[in-house]
């Protein structure tokens, strides 16, 4: 029992001073924006590596929640007769939720598992510490750029994600399902406001920031060994799917 | 050159280097011999920088390294290079990117100039040719000579060898080992060499510094170390297995491991 009770509370400092340690990485990271010379360059590659890396499983995740949205939709709002709803039904839980994390999820895992493996092999290779001895930073080349990239990239990418999902909606709706077009599209216009889709590409931009730093520290703080760097990615992965949830929940109920 | 005093790390309770010290000439080569564990790559890291001594001091042409901003540094890391045991190439780069990088990174000069400084370093390590690879497509010895060209691009002052000739065959090591000689010889920069390779150490070195157990046990040119008579050293040089550094690191006798276990049956 006590040696139970140890254990526990040695996970628990662990679990603190590892937030700490990455609070302390992330500030320390994302100070260097402004202590280091603009990288764009590195930043437009990075974002071209996660951004359009991640666009075409974005792009298929974002039809089939759409088309599966309507149909569940539909056949829920058949019941009581007011199938007419359906196309704002569908934008609402799109733009609203289900766009942001979703895209999260994917993105999670597949750019964000890279960025920890990468990361980590560089380390295992003695690539950040040639970084460092040719006098280029390794904090502000390779982790900062990758952290700002996702936190652009991700909403980008849940603005595709929500503009795919609303048009399969629309074909499976409309097309398939019989709903009068003018009335979905109609609908669809009228209930969603703009705050809607505001609200949902900022909660995005935070969860792309969140999957940015998470998944460099993890990267970062990987023990240099074959094993260390497979144990880090799948860390980061679940951490990362988890935070995304557990921030979705607290960013919501701050804008409702 | 470079001048420590009383260099000490230690990785919690396991001092991984004790009261060090040394002094690295200009224009010559330094090679620091010692077998693994012997503390020899924490000296390296030590000395280019890579990490902080736990006591005692560095300096670097006069400039203590645990003592100057990362900013001043990050200024005399531009006149050190370093080849790394594994190369350590970017990935992501071509050869001639790799060699580029540096100076792409540090100069404003011309496209055409770095394209000539570029061609000047491969010519010098016999890669012209293979600018268009990526460090995947090379073999280890083809990497760490395309690692020397990138460690020689800013022609630096100071360079670092962390295991220049392991894991490679003796045709490739002797070609890294007579590169880091004729460098040294040619543009009289200064070379640090870390290395369990007794003989090509020896060739090239015009100072040995022997380390065993995080101290150093003997100093001086090669001829010094080879007719030392210190025990240990004479041990080392001529690779036996008995002496008194010992390589057996097993806890218990051999025979009772053997013998009494349950279920063996005691041989007498």
Known sequence: MVAFIGQLGRNVIHAIAKLGDASIFAVS???LLFATPWQGKHFVMQLYAVGVGSLIIIIITGAFTGMVLALQGYHMLVKVGTEALLGSAVALSLIRELGPVLAALMFVGRAGS??????????????????????VNPQARVMLTRIVACAIALPLLVGIFDVVGLAAGYLVGVEMLGVNSGVYIGETIDK?????????????MYFGLLVGIICTYMGQRATPTTEGVAKATTQAVMICSVMVLVLDYIITSFYL | MIKTKGLTKTYGNVAALNDINLHIKGGEVTVILGGSGSGKTTLLRLLAGLESPTSGSIMFSGEDLAKISRKR?????????????????????????????????HTDLDKEVIHTMVTMKLEQVGLRGFEEMMPSQLSGGMAKRVAFARALAMDPQVVFFDEPTSGLDPISAGVISSLIHETTVKTRMTSVVVTHDVQAGLDIADHVILLWQGEIIAEGKSNTIKNSDDPRVQQFIEGRPNGPIPFSRSQTAYVDDLTHKPGCVRLE
């Open chain 2, 73 to 105: 540094l990050y200024e005399l890391r531009l006149r050190v290079g370093m080849l790394f045991q594994y190369s350590a190439l970017l990935n992501s780069l071509t050869v001639y990117e790799n060699v580029a990088f540096p100076l792409r990174e």
């Open chain 1, 192 to 204: 969603i406001a703009l705050t809607d889709v505001y609200a949902g590409l900022t909660k995005s």
């Open chain 1, 29 to 31: 990271t994302l100070r």
């Open chain 1, 114 to 135: 890279s960025i920890t493996a990468e990361i980590g092999i560089m380390r295992v290779t003695e690539q950040m510490d040639a970084l460092e001895m040719m006098a």
